[in-house]
């Protein structure tokens, strides 16, 4: 068996997809629909760099007063593809209710090492968390959340030992939605995700373990992230402000 009960990568490809049963083109469409309309009646700051790679962007949209609080959303796409442009729709609701809302767009599998993707998400937050102020944004106890594969970058963000490798608060993620929402099972053991995350190096056995959130006991993840643990992909039911929002 290739992978537990499966023979062939075709079985595991068909069984690890999240778009089967839906209209792929239609969805993507709607939810780019949906975005242009929102940056038509909100301030918007594109492409702000958050690091040195071209993939290392944010987009920030205002909710138009000085000092509001933050939240960081992380664009799903099964780490290997969409970017930050296709959900700018999910800051409408936030920024309606006076919350800053940063988008962020990372590097895709297989270009670059999973453990990449991970690390550039870790950067743009610690990114925000220094520049906060100059955005006009209050970036203490910033919220976090993202859909599909980003709510596993999420559970990494809050993994992160951010005194010890960034010299940063602990508490840096402490706003009243530290939450991960509609995300997909971590990857393991590395070969039998999907060929497309699976290029030399990309998602090795080791590269997975060491981005797999259950991997940090000792940072007590799953105590915060609590009931708010949703999978749209798997065996759980969605949070149903997430199915509304993607729907």
């Known amino acids: 068996m290739l992978y537990r009960d499966f023979a062939t990568q075709e079985e595991i490809d068909r069984e690890y997809d999240p778009m089967r049963g839906r209209d ?7 939810w780019r629909r949906r975005s242009e309309r929102v940056c038509e009646t909100t301030r918007v700051s594109f492409d702000i760099a958050y690091g040195p790679t071209l993939a290392e962007r944010l987009d920030l949209y205002h909710a138009g007063n000085e000092g509001a609080p933050l939240h960081v959303f992380f664009h799903g796409g099964y780490w290997r593809s969409l970017g930050h442009r296709e959900f700018g ?4 609701g936030l920024v309606r209710t006076g919350i800053n809302v940063a988008v962020v767009n990372y590097a895709l599998c297989p270009t670059v090492a999973f453990g990449e993707v991970v690390r550039q998400s870790r950067a743009a937050v610690a990114w925000l968390k220094c520049h906060g102020e100059s955005l006009g944004v209050d ?22 030992d951010w005194q010890g490798g960034f010299g940063l608060p602990d508490d840096l ?19 039998g995700c999907s060929p497309s995350c699976s290029s030399p190096g990309a998602t090795s056995t080791t590269t ?35 199915s509304r929002l993607m729907a």
Do not use: K, N
């Not at 792929?24 to 709607?30: K, R, V």
């Open 139 to 160: 970036s203490g106890g910033m919220s976090v959340s993202g859909h599909s594969a980003g709510g596993h970058l999420c559970a990494m963000l809050l993994a992160t």
């Open 173 to 191: 993620i402490g706003g009243p939605c530290a939450s991960v929402v509609s995300t997909t099972c971590a990857p393991s053991p590395g070969r």
């Open 89 to 92: 729709f999910v800051a409408e």
């Open 208 to 242: 997975a373990r060491s981005s797999c959130p259950a991997g940090y006991p000792r940072r007590c993840i799953w105590s915060r992230v609590g009931r708010s643990l949703r999978s749209s992909h798997a065996r759980c039911r969605p949070t149903p402000s997430i």
């Open 24 to 30: 792929p083109a239609a969805l993507l469409a709607d």
